[in-house]
């Protein structure tokens, strides 16, 4: 069970706008900036947004993010299918009690 | 150009002891401002984050975890070793390690391949 919650699969056409939603509470999400990374097929994670809505030199500017109270989102306009991947959210936690990085489940994403 | 690069055995038993060697290359472990973190995935399910060490030596542990992991760096060879004890093949999984980097918050910004580790008798 990940502390962030994720839809566990996303999927749209090619060239859409799609939303993956990332939530999470005050410890996390709440107190601290959300970072996105993009996993392709059999590949390692790959930074894409961090500190809510920075993309690294690179990410296309299809990619955005945001944030707003204990919830984070990831936006990705004129889908492509290179974008077919599983996408994580993740956080800093300040709770006493837990990891102090914490992952959504991830989103899979699949391009129809 | 930065990298990291996981290494360390395949197929390990049940009950032994994991130990997980990642060298970097392109940055030092003593810059100030970053550190190294080790993530699992095991196969089909999510991220799961182990342990980070920053350059002041500063560690921290996964909660359900702790009391199995020891992580330490070499500065002078650029690498940090993760160990864990008492290894069960729920542990099968990709381990990661990662670079943390940031000025005002935390990120991972590169990542090794991953090595897939597979506990089994």
């Known amino acids: 069970q990940s502390v962030l919650t994720q839809p566990p699969s996303a999927s749209g056409t090619p060239g859409q706008r799609v939303t993956i939603s990332c939530s999470g509470s005050s410890s996390n999400i709440g107190s601290n900036t959300v970072n996105w990374y993009q996993q392709l097929p059999g590949t390692a994670p790959k930074l894409l947004i961090y500190?809510?809505?920075q993309r690294p030199s690179g990410v296309p500017d299809r990619f955005s993010g945001s944030k707003s109270g204990t919830s984070a989102s990831l936006a990705i306009s004129g889908l492509q299918s290179e974008d077919e991947a599983d996408y994580y959210c993740?956080?800093?936690?300040?709770?006493?009690?837990?990891?102090?990085?914490?992952f959504g489940g991830g989103t899979k994403l699949t391009v129809l | 150009q930065v990298t990291l690069k996981e290494s360390g055995p395949v197929l390990v038993k049940p009950t032994e002891t994991l130990t997980l060697t990642c060298t970097v290359s392109g940055f030092s472990l003593s810059n100030a401002r970053m550190g190294v973190s080790w993530i699992r995935q095991p196969p089909g399910k999510a991220l799961e984050w182990l342990a980070h060490?920053?350059?002041?030596?500063?560690?921290s542990y996964s909660t359900s975890l702790k009391s199995r992991l020891t992580i330490s760096k070499d500065t002078s060879k650029s690498q940090v070793v993760l160990t864990m004890t008492n290894m069960d093949p729920v542990d099968t999984a990709t381990y990661y390690c990662a670079r943390i980097v940031g000025a005002i918050s935390w990120y991972f910004d590169l990542w090794g391949r991953g090595t897939l580790v597979t506990v089994s008798s």
């Open positions: 500190s809510n809505n």
């Open positions: 060490i920053f350059s002041n030596d500063e560690k």
């Open positions: 993740a956080a800093w936690d300040d709770s006493l009690n837990g990891p102090p990085w914490v």
